[in-house]
T-cell receptor, first 107, second 115 residues
Framework: GQQVMQIPQYQHVQEGEDFTTYCNSS?????IQWYKQRPGGHPVFLIQ?????EVKKQKRLTFQFGEAKKNSSLHITATQTTDVGTYFCSGDDKIIFGKGTRLHILP | DTGVSQDPRHKITKRGQNVTFRCDPI?????LYWYRQTLGQGPEFLTY????????KSRLLSDRFSAERPKGSFSTLEIQRTEQGDSAMYLCASSFPGPTNEKLFFGSGTQLSVL
């Protein structure tokens, strides 16, 4: 069955540093979604990527879908304390979520 | 506020008891999902409805778990004969299928503690 792996599991960065998390699927995806979950909160939708090689930006966040549509990345430029949380990717049927990357910001 | 409501927010029960959770999705959303999440893990899929039809159920899900969505609106998730391993956050999410952007809206969840 489909599996989605995320790396790293944890990331500690100094405020202002960049951060990247990666999502790798065992199968080709028709699309991929990214969610953010703040500590004590619930997942909140960030973006969906559909096209091979697609790149989308949301302010300091850059999302990329691989050419083979089997991997994706989320890059945050100049992290802020508001970026703290766990970032999850999800395969195209919403059934499989990665285990997430937990981002800690050191002031 | 995402618009998806879950009740109760917290439930403490003794092992062996039955519990039922309710989810009210966003009104125009015809898809409804149930997930379970434990600390440090991603949401684990349990089951999914389109309108009142239960279209998929996790093969890993014990037959102690059952879900309904009788009128295609709210949904209930029942766990019979609860076990300590059932302790988790139970999340409900809804969506409206679209051609390019079917995003999930999650509720705040029901935190279950089985003693």
């Amino acid at each position: 069955g489909q599996q989605v792996m995320q790396i790293p599991q944890y990331q500690h960065v100094q405020e202002g540093e960049d951060f990247t998390t990666y999502c790798n699927s065992s199968t080709t995806l028709s699309n991929i979604q990214w969610y953010k979950q703040r500590p004590g909160g619930h997942p909140v939708f960030l973006i969906q990527l559909v096209k091979s090689g697609e790149v989308k930006k949301q302010k300091r966040l850059t999302f990329q879908f691989g050419e083979a549509k089997k991997n994706s990345s989320l890059h945050i430029t100049a992290t802020q304390t508001t970026d703290v949380g766990t970032y999850f990717c999800s395969g195209d049927d919403k059934i499989i979520f990665g285990k997430g990357t937990r981002l800690h910001i050191l002031p | 506020d995402t618009g998806v409501s879950q009740d109760p927010r917290h439930k403490i029960t003794k092992r062996g008891q039955n519990v039922t959770f309710r989810c009210d999705p966003i009104s125009e959303h015809n898809r409804l999902y149930w997930y379970r999440q434990t600390l440090g893990q991603g949401p684990e899929f349990l089951t999914y409805f389109q309108n009142e039809a239960q279209l998929e159920k996790s093969r890993l899900l014990s037959d102690r778990f059952s879900a309904e969505r009788p009128k295609g609106s709210f949904s209930t998730l029942e766990i019979q004969r609860t076990e300590q391993g059932d302790s988790a956050m139970y999340l409900c999410a809804s969506s409206f299928p679209g051609p390019t952007n079917e995003k999930l809206f999650f509720g705040s969840g029901t935190q279950l503690s089985v003693l």
